[in-house]
């Protein structure tokens, strides 16, 4: 091998390691990606199915899942989205909210979180949760701030993370629905 | 009393330091009004041949000889070591070894058994003492071996050579101490050769003002003083008065108290007793044999005593009625900055200016609470606690750093320590073992 | 499969070994003979204690990577009983050790039969206690039994006896280190060879006449009972200090100079550490 | 030194003391210190057990006797003997005073052991620790028993059918702040903190005996005062309410836990009260007062490492913190 | 095959990791709250630690000494990717249980600790049983720990949904500090203070 | 901008690394013993995270997120970090040779501090920050580390002189000012 080129050797070694290290995640990405996907997916399905039984079909559009109970997507049944809470813990709080209408929360179910077991996970209770079922979005905050929500002491960070998510999403999604009408 | 202290211009009235960093004591100045005796001669005498300055001296007698009083018996080339002379007349009985204080070795002393008669060298008064050089002058303090007390312990002819230009004299005529009054008795009792003592070390040094500190109780001596001063006109003396709170008197202290802390004039310190030694070696040429000291505490009778040099303490116990309520501590210059004894013959050095019986109080050594009130008290300004901490610990460099060096040894922050840590001990060893440290 | 993202990433990957191979050409590396001293700290206890007189194993190591001589002026005792680092030192120093010779324990001079003279009271630290006139015993080179000596062992080979008040040292433990030895105030513990035989059991210096102070009943009144008494030639009188002196090697255990002591100032030395052994 | 023939040298007649300087030593004992504290603590436990009656009582034993028999238990492991020096009465009493009338009793025991065991003992005990043993076990608490430890009734002493009816107040109690009440303490609060008088009664007490130093109480207090005043908070209100009274004088004061110098207590105790106020106006935690003193307890090492006093004398003093 | 034990043995005991060595500590105080992360989180290791060991001993003659550390980097990350790809893709809860942790097993002192000290100058055979060794002692110190504070913190044990037991009184009461961040030094801070108490380790 | 502030505050006090996150616990516990070091390796990961937090921010934001291939981050991340602090190591010592007598030992067993890979994972892919908000995340975060450092370093030499029961010393105890640690600032909850 040349002077020059020997020079490059442990560059090109290491390359070649990023090289075959970075194809053998992309090949075991490409297995495990559609398996993720579709798990969410089927999380997603499962959950709206819990909260609308009825459900057949339904149309997604950014999120926004327009649920109707025939399939011929007239029967209109209600809309369902996800919504990410930043809680105490780093990873954040996955909702699942559903709507009755453009107005009244259905209900709303806790996908995933990793809050502290026994203080932030009290949040994750019926005693809290049921607290949504047909609120308007407008109302879904705490009593203090003119909602209707009692809070939890010693988990304030997780329900408002809840609370706030709910809201600002649902907020959001309602003025999409405008926007698209 | 005619004058007044306040207002007047020549005196300089001094209160505490900042802080409060002083301990009051109640038993000051206990033998403040007992006139200096002077006890009988003892059997005989024990003269250790101590040397912290310049080349070790050599004794220049040997056993058997006949001595007189105030012979010299010790010696060395070295300007800077002291002579020794002999405090009574009688025979050379011994070279003895015997426990060195300071060191824990042992040292050379020499006996000298009293003949009873207290025969001594003739004394040559100076015929015109206003005449003697400079220099004359520190050869025969040199000569006549003087050694300061606790406040300006070393020779006193070291300290009237600085190296520097002295800016400022401070003569310490107040007590440094609780119990000691010797230096207030003589003050009071021999004024003139007092001032005649000042005025010489005024013509050595010729410092531009001379500070003479009193305690602001005695206001007898320094009316006397103000009197003196205001007659002679000799402007250049000044009284500092000080609050009788432990550790003013300390010499570090004076000088911060007078000057502040943030000036290092040239200041030499003596202690009045210094004074009046100084004054008897160059106007009578008599040597440093005598020594006036306190004899307080558990003893049927306080005392300020003159006694010979070399005197065992347990003759001047005798002489004050012996030994009172089983006090089982014999201690020696001073209750907080001094130290003990454990055999009534020890001596009398030329260092001692108190004798003080008491009792030991044995307290259990706790852990630091970390109270702080060893910061606040200590006058060096030091974090004592942290000090005898890593001293415990041995990490005597770190004490080093911490100024170790820069504590005077007042004892101050052992007696307030709510824990009994014995603080100023834990100093000692680590001052010691940085200073073997040095010496490796 | 993303090719591109492959291509990129790939790049990324060659730019980081640029990256790393011009800094790792550009920064000095490290010190030569780095290796050689690795291997040397490598046989050493790495304890930092100090006993050989450098700041540490691996200050030690530099020097003896230096100068292989330093070993047998200033041995560490520790690694002198450990037969895998000797041999490790022999090899990396070229040099062949006597560990046996090197191998030492301390001793105390002491036997604690001095008189209380005064009632100490004040910090419990055999310094402090020494710089009281010496120390409350009327030997003034006797144990004082606080045990600094003891705070300072890293092995906590030694214990004070508190019937004699005097430290006593537990010689299967001991590794020689030495640091016991700096802190007492009294100079008492020596370091002798590991396999000593006889203890002598007193630190009193020939000095005459301190009224008042001397030796105990135990002390050494410099009789040469026991080298007189010695069969084997295994004592040799030391003028200087006119105290006796063992030699391992004749000395056959028989007893007799400790028959012959008058004052009970000799013993024999308790056992010698199993590991001591097996190095000598 | 000893000389010759005066005394039989050998057999001096009788044995003295030998010691290092200062021969005299002041009455301020550590152990006297504690037991003034004590004494003063007896005020406020009195309050609480007047106002919280059986409660506050059996609060109170249990967490002296728990931390006492902790005490005993860590000293006899670590081969140590057992003193009674008070200390471990005084954490055991100050936990007490920290805690709600209606926490359960088995609460305040594990509360005690955590705060003698592992925030005391574990350390190295008396003068070791770095964090106050009280406020240490009451944060403990806090984490495990958050709603326990913030239930809070309305003072009712022994009458007993008041008990049975003693409910959690609502939020009312905000508007509800009757001054007079927070000062004398017939108010809610952790049973000893109520009394805002009887702990100043107390705490200036252990001021003029220099038990305590006057330096932390005050720029606590003055602090949070004035911060809670200039971020709008009503500051009488900040001053009575909640046990900054009882922190300020009697936890923050802890000397092992504190500066030791006099402008490290003035920087302690202003670092607590920013700190006190900003978790009481801001925070999600119920009461402050544990987190902002636990919290200058971890700086006071650094507080003590900068703020040093500088040596006397004519020394150029060079930083050798570098 | 005495080799083999010893090295494994080792791991466990005298240079455990967490206990002696206190390296890695971030995931052992992180995931140690509930027994199914530590033992997932220990699995994870294993493969870690098993797979680049094996491929670091394997290449480790052809490595420039320029690159070794960079090229054991990419090795590690690229099978900590792996796992928790795998992981999202099959056991999700845990997936976000660990969090960043997971991905973090590449800057795990233990691994790269292992991949410098022993995998890049020993044999594949060794290099095995090294990380079989040092995972089993990181997992057994995990799952201690993981079940003192799981136990205690919440007052009884669970996997995934079904709790396995409660404990009485606690179960209302847990000592939820131990499951939370305060909790996971004390009970690390404790065991390492008993192991030298009952004499395991060693005395600083 | 009180985001930012939010963000910087939240990174360094409520959600400090050390305490709360538990990243770089090794350095915690074993750079704390002398101030002096804990406060340059506190500096010199700070310094290290910025650094990393920029180039990883743009890593991601220009390759990572348009190719979708965020799963690649960490092998990517810790390439990069490794290489940057090769070339911080150069290039301090190159222009200030004091500078890197003090932090050179520091600089290499920053590579695998969980602290630096976390904030940059953090900020990239959990969190999805903008550039302005991964700086103050960075900022803050080696803030709040440094200052966790300096605590801890400052108590324990403090406990290097106290009388700890043996078994207790040097790691265990560290644990438990750990623990105190933690438990004093869950204080800081909620304050922004
Ligand atoms: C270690 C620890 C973990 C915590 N975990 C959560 C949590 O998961 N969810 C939450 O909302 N608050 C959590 N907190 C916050 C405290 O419980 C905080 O006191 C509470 O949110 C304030 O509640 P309050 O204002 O309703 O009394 C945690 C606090 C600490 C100290
Ligand atoms: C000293 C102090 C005392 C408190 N006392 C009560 C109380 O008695 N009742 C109460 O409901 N909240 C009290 N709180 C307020 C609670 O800690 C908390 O802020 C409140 O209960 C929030 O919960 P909520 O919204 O569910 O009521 C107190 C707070 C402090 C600082
Ligand atoms: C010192 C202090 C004491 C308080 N005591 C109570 C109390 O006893 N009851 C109460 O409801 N609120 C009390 N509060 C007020 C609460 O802390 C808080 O301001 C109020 O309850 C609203 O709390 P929230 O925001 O958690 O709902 C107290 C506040 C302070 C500062
Ligand atoms: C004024 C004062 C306040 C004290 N405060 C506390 C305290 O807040 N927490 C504590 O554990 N001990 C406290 N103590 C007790 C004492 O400081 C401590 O228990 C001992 O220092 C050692 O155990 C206090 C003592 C005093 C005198
Ligand atoms: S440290 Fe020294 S100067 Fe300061 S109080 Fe103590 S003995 Fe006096
Ligand atoms: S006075 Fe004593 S207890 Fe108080 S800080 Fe000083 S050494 Fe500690
Ligand atoms: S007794 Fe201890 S300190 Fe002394 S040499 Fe032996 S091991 Fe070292
Ligand atoms: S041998 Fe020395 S250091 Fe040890 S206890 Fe005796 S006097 Fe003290
Ligand atoms: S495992 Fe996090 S820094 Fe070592």
């Known amino acids: 091998m040349p002077e020059a080129l020997r020079k490059f050797t442990p560059i090109m070694f290491l390359a070649l390691i990023v090289l075959v290290a970075i194809t053998l995640l992309s090949l075991t990405s490409s297995i495990t990606t559609p398996i993720v996907e579709k798990r969410i997916q089927q999380q997603v399905v499962d959950q709206m199915k819990g909260m609308f039984p009825d459900v057949v079909e339904w149309n997604e559009d950014d999120g926004l899942y327009t649920l109707f109970a025939d399939e011929g997507k007239t029967d209109f049944l209600g809309y369902a989205f996800l919504a990410t809470g930043s809680g105490y813990s780093s990873s954040g709080i996955n909702i699942l909210v559903g709507l009755e209408d453009a107005q009244t929360v259905k209900e709303i179910v806790i996908l995933s979180q990793s809050e502290t077991p026994g203080i932030g996970t009290r949040a994750m209770e019926p005693a809290f949760l049921d607290q949504f079922i047909g609120l308007n979005i407008n109302d879904v905050n705490f009593i203090k701030n003119g909602g209707q929500i009692d809070g939890i002491t010693g988990a304030t960070i997780s329900s408002s993370a809840i609370v706030n998510a709910v809201r600002d999403t649902a907020m959001k999604k309602v003025a999409q629905l405008e926007g698209a009408e | 009393m005619n004058i007044s202290v306040k207002g007047n211009k020549l005196a300089l009235i001094l209160r505490r330091n900042a802080n409060n960093k002083a301990i009051r004591l109640p038993d000051y100045g206990i033998t403040a009004a007992s006139p200096v005796e002077t006890p009988p001669l003892p059997p005989n005498v024990a003269l250790p041949i101590l040397q912290q300055y310049g080349e070790a001296c050599k004794a220049i007698v040997k056993k058997g000889d006949i001595v007189l009083g105030g012979q010299k018996i010790a010696d060395s080339e070295d300007f800077n070591a002291t002579p020794l002379h002999a405090s009574l007349s009688g025979e050379v009985t011994g070279m003895v070894k015997i426990i060195d204080p300071a060191t824990g070795r042992p040292v050379d002393a020499i006996v000298i058994t009293s003949d009873g008669e207290d025969k001594c060298i003739e004394y040559k008064a100076a015929a015109n003492p206003e005449s003697i050089s400079k220099a004359d002058m520190i050869s025969m303090v040199r000569e006549a071996g003087i050694i300061g007390n606790e406040t300006d312990a070393n020779p006193a002819h070291i300290r009237l050579s600085p190296p520097g230009k002295t800016d400022a004299v401070i003569i310490n005529a107040s007590q440094c101490e609780p119990y000691l009054t010797t230096n207030t008795r003589l003050m009071s009792e021999k004024p003139k050769e007092m001032l005649t003592g000042i005025n010489i070390i005024n013509r050595i040094l010729s410092p531009s003002i001379i500070y003479i500190a009193i305690d602001s109780t005695r206001m007898d001596i320094t009316d006397n003083l103000m009197r003196y001063i205001k007659h002679s006109g000799a402007d250049y003396l000044k009284i500092v008065l000080l609050e009788q709170i432990y550790p003013y008197a300390a010499e570090g202290n004076l000088v911060n108290i007078i000057f502040g802390e943030n000036t290092k004039p040239g200041v030499a310190l003596f202690d009045a007793s210094t004074v009046l030694a100084i004054n008897d070696a160059v106007i009578n040429s008599k040597p440093f044999i005598e020594k006036t000291v306190t004899l307080a505490g558990s003893v049927s009778k306080a005392a300020n005593l003159r006694v010979r040099i070399g005197t065992p303490i347990s003759h001047i116990i005798d002489y004050c009625g012996g030994i009172k309520d089983a006090a089982d501590k014999i201690i020696i210059n001073g209750l907080l900055s001094g130290s003990t004894v454990y055999d009534q013959s020890f001596p009398v050095t030329k260092e001692t200016n108190s004798i003080i019986l008491g009792h030991n109080v044995t307290s259990e050594e706790g852990d630091c609470i970390r109270c702080g009130k060893c910061i606040e008290i200590c006058p060096a300004r030091l974090s004592p606690t942290l000090l005898a901490a890593y001293a415990k610990a041995g990490r005597y460099n770190e004490c080093k750093e911490a100024y170790v060096d820069n504590c005077f040894e007042c004892g101050a922050c052992s007696y307030i320590c709510p824990s009994n840590i014995p603080i100023l001990q834990y100093l000692r060893v680590a001052k010691s073992e940085l200073g073997k440290k040095v010496a490796m | 499969m993303n090719i591109g993202s492959i291509i990129v990433l790939t790049l990324i990957g060659i730019g980081c070994g640029i990256i790393i191979y011009i800094a790792y050409v550009k920064i000095p590396h490290k010190v030569k003979g780095l290796d050689k001293i690795e291997e040397i700290s490598g046989a050493l206890p790495g304890m930092n204690c100090g006993a050989c007189g450098f700041a540490g194993c691996f200050a030690y190591a530099q020097e003896l990577a230096k100068n292989p001589d330093i070993i047998t002026q200033s041995p560490c005792s520790v690694a002198m009983q450990n037969p895998d680092a000797v041999k490790c030192l022999e090899k990396s120093l070229c040099i062949s050790l006597d560990a046996a010779a090197m191998c030492k324990k301390a001793v105390i001079h002491c036997g604690g039969n001095s008189e209380v003279i005064y009632d100490y009271s004040g910090a419990k630290s055999c310094k402090a206690a020494a710089q009281l006139w010496g120390g409350y015993k009327k030997c003034p080179y006797a144990c004082l039994g606080f045990g600094d000596c003891a705070k300072a062992c890293p092995q906590g080979g030694i214990v004070i006896d508190k019937e004699k008040g005097i430290a006593v040292i537990d010689r299967t433990q001991c590794t020689g280190c030495g640091l016991c030895a700096a802190e007492c105030p009294q100079n008492l513990i020596e370091l002798m060879p590991a396999d000593t035989k006889v203890a002598f059991q007193c630190n009193y210096e020939p000095l005459k006449n301190i009224p008042g102070r001397g030796k105990c009943e135990s002390g050494c009144i410099h009789c040469r009972k026991c080298f007189n008494a010695c069969e084997y030639e295994a004592i040799i009188w030391n003028k200087l200090k006119a105290v006796p002196e063992f030699d391992v090697e004749k000395c056959t255990l028989c007893g007799k100079c400790i028959e012959a002591c008058p004052q009970n100032t000799l013993a024999f030395a308790t056992p010698v550490a199993a590991k001591c052994e097996a190095a000598v | ?322 | 095959m005495t080799s083999f034990i010893k090295e494994f043995s080792k791991g466990i005991v005298t240079s455990n990791p967490i206990f002696v060595l206190a390296l890695g500590l971030c995931p052992a105080l992180a995931v140690s709250d509930r027994l199914e992360k530590a033992v997932w989180m220990s699995l994870g290791v294993l493969f870690v630690l098993l797979c680049s060991n094996i491929i670091i001993s394997a290449i480790r003659k052809y490595v420039p000494n320029i690159m070794r550390i960079p090229v054991f980097i990419v090795i590690i990350a690229t099978f900590v990717t792996i796992i928790s790809l795998v992981f999202e893709a099959f056991v999700p809860a845990i997936f976000d249980a660990l969090g960043i942790y997971l991905s973090l097993i590449v800057v795990n002192c233990i691994i790269l600790g292992r991949a410098e000290a022993f995998a890049s100058k020993n044999s594949v055979k060794d290099s095995i049983a090294d990380a079989l060794g040092i995972t089993a002692g990181f997992a057994v110190a995990l799952i201690i720990i993981s079940l003192i504070r799981e136990i205690l913190g919440t007052g009884g044990l669970a996997w995934g949904d079904t709790a396995i037991f409660t404990l009485p009184v606690l179960g209302d009461h847990p000592l939820t500090v131990l499951a939370l961040n305060p909790g996971a030094f004390l009970v690390i801070g404790l065991l390492l203070a008993l192991f030298r108490w009952v004499g395991v380790t060693k005395n600083e | 901008m009180s985001d930012l502030i939010a963000i910087f505050l939240g990174m360094a006090l409520i959600n400090n690394f050390i305490l709360v996150q538990f990243l770089g616990l090794c350095p915690f516990f074993g750079v704390s013993k002398k101030l002096g070091n804990a406060v340059s390796m506190g500096l010199a990961v700070t310094f290290v995270m910025v650094i990393a937090s920029i180039v990883t921010w743009i890593i991601t934001r220009y390759v990572l997120i348009p190719f979708d291939v965020l799963y690649m981050s960490t092998v990517i991340f810790i390439l990069v970090i490794a290489s940057l602090v090769q070339i911080i190591e150069m290039f301090i010592m190159r222009t200030n040779y004091a500078l890197y007598s003090a932090f050179g030992i520091y600089l290499a067993l920053i590579t695998t501090n969980c602290a630096v890979l976390g904030v940059t994972l953090i900020n990239n892919i959990q969190k999805s920050y903008s550039f302005p908000e991964s700086m103050a995340a960075a900022l803050g975060g080696g803030i709040g580390f440094t200052l966790v450092l300096a605590i801890m370093s400052g108590i324990r030499e403090r406990l290097e002189l106290a009388d700890t029961p043996k078994s207790m010393k040097g790691l265990p105890v560290a644990f438990m000012v750990g623990m105190l640690l933690a438990l004093a600032f869950s204080g800081f909850g909620g304050i922004i």
């Not at chain 4, 190295?124 to 239930?151: D, Q, R």
């Open chain 4, 1 to 322: 030194m000893t000389m010759p023939d005066v005394n039989q040298p050998d057999a001096p007649e009788m044995r003295f003391s030998v010691s290092s300087g200062p021969h005299r030593r002041s009455r301020l004992s550590a152990r006297r210190m504690m037991h003034l504290t004590l004494l003063a603590l007896m005020l406020p436990s009195a309050a609480a057990i007047y106002f919280f009656g059986y409660f506050a009582l059996s609060i109170i034993a249990v967490s002296v006797i728990t931390a006492l028999a902790t005490e005993y238990l860590a000293k006899r492991m670590r081969g140590k003997p057992f003193v009674m020096d008070g200390s471990a009465i005084v954490i055991g009493l100050l936990l007490a005073l920290l805690m709600p009338p209606t926490i359960p009793l088995w609460m305040v025991a594990i509360g005690a052991f955590t705060a003698i065991a592992i925030v005391k003992e574990a350390f190295g005990g008396m003068g070791h620790y770095i964090f106050n043993p009280a406020l240490g076990g009451a944060a403990f608490m806090y984490a495990c028993f958050p709603a326990e430890m913030t239930n809070w009734i309305e003072p009712m002493g022994f009458s007993s059918d008041k008990v049975s009816t003693a409910a959690p107040l609502s939020e009312a109690f905000a508007a509800n702040t009757d001054k007079m009440a927070m000062f004398l303490g017939n108010t809610s609060g952790t049973i000893g903190e109520t009394s805002a008088l009887l702990i100043l009664v107390a705490g200036i007490a252990l001021v003029i005996l220099k038990v305590i130093d006057w330096r932390i109480p005050l720029s606590f207090l003055t602090t949070a005062f004035l911060f809670s005043a200039i971020l709008g908070a009503d500051p009488v209100f900040h001053l009575l309410g909640g046990s900054l009274m009882l922190g300020a004088f009697f936890l923050a004061t802890d000397w092992v836990t504190s500066p030791l110098t006099h402008k490290g207590k003035l920087i302690f105790g202003f670092g607590a009260g920013i700190l006190l106020v900003l978790m009481r106006l801001y925070g999600d935690v119920p009461e402050g007062i544990a987190y902002s003193i636990l919290l200058m307890n971890a700086f006071t090492p650094l507080i003590d490492r900068f703020i040093k006093p500088k040596p006397f004398g004519f020394k150029k003093v060079v930083d050798n913190n570098a």
